[in-house]
């Protein structure tokens, strides 16, 4: 985990410093006491002198393992649901309606910031919805199997039917086990033909129950606002068959759903909280950087003090700006966050430095 430098080594093995760098010298490498040693280094010099130099990598898995939950200590938590479907079919404009009859939404002025999530309160219950087109972010997580999301929406524009990125996002949402729920949209459109997409997307295994199969469909009109409301109502069916639950009485787990370096407020991030509750003052590892939760927004940009499982939120006091899909896991304590993120940073550059076929030997030819 965290380099030794060349001076630290010395000591430990209570030997001269000077008689450490002659050494590290007549295996190729140039060093000064203050100089850090990756493990290789360490333990091949070290071994010259007899001592074996052991990681102590602080097993980054072991601190970041998940902890497992007891049965009763799981909660029913919100559906996270992420939009889906062709270019141009209708996503932006179907989440638009849906924000349209949430009235919180409307009476709080809705979503100013750039958010990829939002939280949506419905009468028999709540859906947090992630608004993906355009979003970088959202191949990052298509990438790593639609991770954060327990629903697939699928729009299809009745006009158009099934087409290139309509059968992309099946075999993702099939990829990553998670069930779809078909939105048939721009039925107001003259040319709309919602038996030809029922049957289009028959031949791909979503098959509606009218026709004997198990997946839902609902008709709409995002621009008109038909429909929306069966659809809110099927959305919840498949959440409740899923019975979702996570325990918010512990650390918080989340993933980066976007981050951004702002101008004034520095490094921010989008996470959806996974398990556990995230509160202001947690120090936490994410992706390759570390951080104390400064301040936290929800989707309303209301500061809030914690969030729960399923919630997105932006934060505030992060080392550098994540990448979308990265992982967000709190820890005991600063310490530990910096050390596993100095670790990955390290990993990173290492892995960086072999790509470039770069090794330590072919570096002081050329310096030579
Ligand atoms: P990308 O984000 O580019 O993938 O597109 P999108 O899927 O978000 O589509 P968007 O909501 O931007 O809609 C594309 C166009 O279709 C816009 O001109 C909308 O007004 C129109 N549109 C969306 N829904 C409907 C609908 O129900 N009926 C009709 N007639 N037009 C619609
Ligand atoms: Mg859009």
Redesign the pocket.
């Known amino acids: 985990g965290e380099t030794i430098t060349v001076g630290e080594l010395a000591r430990a093995m209570g030997v001269k410093a000077g008689e450490l760098i002659k050494k590290l010298m007549s295996l190729g490498v140039m060093s000064t006491i203050n100089q850090p040693l990756d493990y290789d280094t360490a333990s091949l010099v070290a071994s010259e002198f007899d001592y074996e130099v052991k990681q102590v990598g602080f097993v980054e898995e072991d601190v970041l393992k998940p902890i497992p939950d007891k049965p009763e200590d799981l909660k029913p938590r919100p559906p996270v649901v992420t939009v889906m ?10 989440l638009d309606a849906i924000r349209h009859t949430n009235v919180i939404s409307i009476e709080t002025g809705g979503i100013t910031q750039h958010i990829g999530a939002y939280y949506v309160n419905l009468d028999k219950g709540n859906v947090v919805f992630l608004d993906t ?2 979003h970088e972010a959202f191949t990052a997580m298509r990438a790593r199997g639609a991770q954060v999301t327990d629903i697939v929406v699928l ?1 299809v524009a009745a006009d158009d039917g099934v087409m290139e990125q309509t059968r992309e996002a099946i075999n993702h949402a099939k990829e990553a086990g998670v069930p779809i729920v078909v939105a048939i ?5 003259p040319n709309a033909n919602p038996e030809k997409v029922k049957r289009e997307l028959s031949k791909l295994g979503l098959t509606p129950e009218e026709w004997g199969g198990d997946t839902l469909y609902a008709e ?5 606002r038909i429909g929306i409301d069966n659809l809110l109502e099927l959305i919840l069916l498949q959440a409740e068959m899923l019975e979702l639950k996570a325990n918010p009485n512990k650390p918080a787990r989340g993933i980066v759903i976007e981050a951004r370096l702002d101008k004034g407020r520095g490094p921010v991030a989008t996470v959806l909280v996974k398990e556990g509750t995230l509160k202001i003052g947690d120090f936490f590892v994410c992706g390759l950087h570390y951080g104390k939760i400064r301040a936290m927004f929800n989707d309303r940009g209301e500061s809030v003090r914690k969030v729960g499982p399923s919630l997105p939120v932006e934060i505030q006091g992060i080392s550098g700006v994540p990448e979308a899909g990265d992982s967000l896991v709190v820890v005991k304590d600063e310490k530990i966050a910096k050390e596993i993120s100095h670790y990955r940073q390290q990993k990173q550059r290492e892995a960086t430095l072999v790509r470039a076929g770069v090794s330590l030997e072919n570096l002081y030819e050329k310096i030579e």
């Open positions: 479907g062709h270019v141009d079919h209708g996503k932006t404009s179907l087109p355009g729009v949209n721009k039925i107001d459109k709409i009109s995002a621009k008109k």
